[in-house]
């Protein structure tokens, strides 16, 4: 028995003792019981590799051996993890076209970090439906999918119902023993770190950010999750659903197949046995283990690589919606040409030298200083959002999103321009007869997306159906800019290697890890269709 074993064991003795003297009702058996655990931002294609190479020997040996099976899923778009949520949680079809964006009918943005957003996006979704994971406990999740435990509120701390002094020893259990653990993992990174430092005191630095992502996210932030769960699971909770975020955190960081990234994966393969484990030793309970993902990610260059330091909202303000700032106005250049020296190239990020770099420093980290917003712009009743590898562009002056032919009246043939700009790979519209992606100058409709960018994609019919969901969404801008398919390559319009909420295979294809007795077989081609089937176990509480 290891020592999370042991804690767990105590714990699970102490509740006993807590309902014997009367301060709890024990769960009802006689049912089955929901475990999703949630491998954020993995694909199916790093997934396959991973099992491949002994990374995730557990999940090799679920699939092998305990007769779980690997169903393929498409997640639609965008491929960000609100969007996946509120669609298997709830079974709704979102209106949450990135992670962040600008609702015109509200007059307001929605970004998901911040404090009440996820809330009020959530309530606004969800009148009337019932979670997936309703009295039950999400750990890392951006919803609450019902339940009455979320994030760091531990279930150990209201379960089982009662009070006094044998109840609070408790629910401190499995806390405490999360902390001893994690500060002993972490004093350990720490020493080797140290060693490493004074081994190679030149190149060391470099990795002090990704000993802080490791310490903060998988060792404090899993072993929490990790063990808060593995103490619902023997408390017999309704359902829970546990997301693990260290690779997609790491993923952003360095990119999806990057050798500092996927080792994270042991660590959370180590989680997922905990977890069985545990289901293993209350077969009262009947507990049933899913693992999926919601998203991939793809290896991205940042945009301002590509720009002199200038980000994308700037260099749309300054070359394609009004740009400002002096002309030189001659003979030969009777309509007015930019200038690039003075001022404005210092802001534009083309002159050179140490007062460039002060000034890019501002932008970046001071960008009010400078009179801006650093991920979200607006000028002249236009506002940019960059989110990721999408962008989002809203014209203010009406509430309803744009068609193309509107759009035009207010700047003729801007979507063209822009499908043509450096580091910009496509640009989605809607018009009079449908969605359009414009990509490179030219314009292609739904039915003709093969002669484009994704010409030679199998799943050619659900990169159709992405885009006509994400122009379906009223907050969706009126301008969708990607840069995937770009002539340099994949690129994110913020600062991540990794980037998520496209329409490339890495992104779209997913998996679902089911147990033997799941009647899930078929692929999924849309996390609505988690729902119908997560629901039935609500139904039989």
């Not at 969706?476 to 909420?501: C, K, R, T, W």
Request: proline share 6%.
């Amino acid at each position: 028995m290891s020592l999370d074993d042991l804690a767990l064991w105590l714990q699970h003795w102490l509740d006993r003792l807590v309902r014997r003297l009367r301060l709890g009702r024990a769960p009802s058996p006689g049912r089955r019981r929901l475990l999703v655990v949630q491998i954020d931002g993995l694909s199916r294609a790093v997934l396959e590799d991973a099992l491949a190479e002994g990374r995730m020997p557990f999940l090799k040996r679920l699939l092998q051996r305990r007769g779980h099976r690997l169903v393929p899923m498409s997640v639609g778009l965008p491929t960000s993890t609100p969007s996946f949520q509120m669609a298997a949680m709830y079974g709704v079809s979102p209106d949450i076209p990135g992670f962040h964006y600008h609702d015109k009918r509200r007059h307001t943005d929605v970004y998901f970090p911040r404090a009440g957003d996820a809330a009020a996006v959530e309530a606004a979704h969800t009148t009337g439906r019932r979670g997936i994971v309703a009295g039950g406990s999400t750990y890392g999740c951006v919803f609450t999918g019902g339940a009455v435990n979320t994030l760091f509120t531990l279930t150990m701390i209201k379960r089982p119902s009662g009070a006094g002094l044998v109840r609070a020893l408790s629910a401190a259990v499995v806390l405490a023993w999360v902390v001893v653990k994690s500060a002993i993992v972490s004093a350990v990174r720490i020493g080797r770190a140290l060693l490493g430092f004074l081994a190679d005191p030149v190149n060391a630095p470099r990795g002090w950010k990704l000993l802080a992502l490791k310490i903060g996210v998988s060792v404090w932030v899993r072993e929490l999750f990790t063990l808060s769960a593995s103490r619902d699971v023997y408390a017999g909770a309704p359902a829970v659903y546990v997301n693990y975020l260290d690779y997609d955190v790491l993923s952003h960081a360095y990119g999806p197949r990057d050798r500092r990234t996927v080792r994270v994966l042991r660590a959370v393969d180590r989680s997922i046995h905990q977890l069985w484990r545990t289901a293993r030793r209350v077969r009262e309970h009947a507990w049933d283990l899913y693992v999926l993902s919601d998203h991939g990610q793809a290896h991205c260059i940042p945009f301002d690589r590509l720009t002199g330091g200038r980000r994308l909202e700037r260099v749309l303000f300054e070359d394609f919606l009004g740009p400002s700032g002096a002309h030189e106005v001659a003979p030969g250049h009777s309509e007015g040409r930019r200038l690039s020296s003075g001022i404005k190239a210092i802001r534009s990020g083309r002159e050179q030298g140490v007062i460039q770099r002060f000034f890019n420093y501002l932008g970046q980290d001071f960008p009010r200083l400078l009179g801006e917003l650093k991920e979200a712009r607006e000028s002249g009743g236009v506002r940019v959002i960059a989110a990721g590898p999408n962008a989002f562009v809203y014209f203010l002056d009406d509430p309803q999103p744009l068609t193309l032919e509107a759009i035009e009246q207010r700047f003729p043939s801007l979507s063209d321009e822009l499908s043509r700009a450096p580091g910009i790979g496509f640009v989605l519209v809607r018009s009079a007869g449908g969605p359009l992606c414009i990509w490179r100058g030219k314009r292609y409709r739904l039915d003709a997306l093969g002669e484009g960018p994704f010409a030679g994609r199998a799943d050619l019919a659900l990169v159709a159906a992405g885009i006509r969901d994400l122009m379906a969404m009223p907050s969706a801008g009126d301008l969708v800019l990607y840069g995937l398919e770009a002539p340099p390559g994949h690129v994110s319009f913020i600062a991540e290697i990794g980037a998520h909420a496209g329409l490339t295979t890495d992104e779209m294809q997913t998996f679902v890890v089911v147990p033997p007795d799941a009647a899930l077989s078929t692929p999924i081609t849309h996390p609505l269709q988690l729902y119908p089937y997560f629901a039935r176990y609500q139904e039989a509480a």
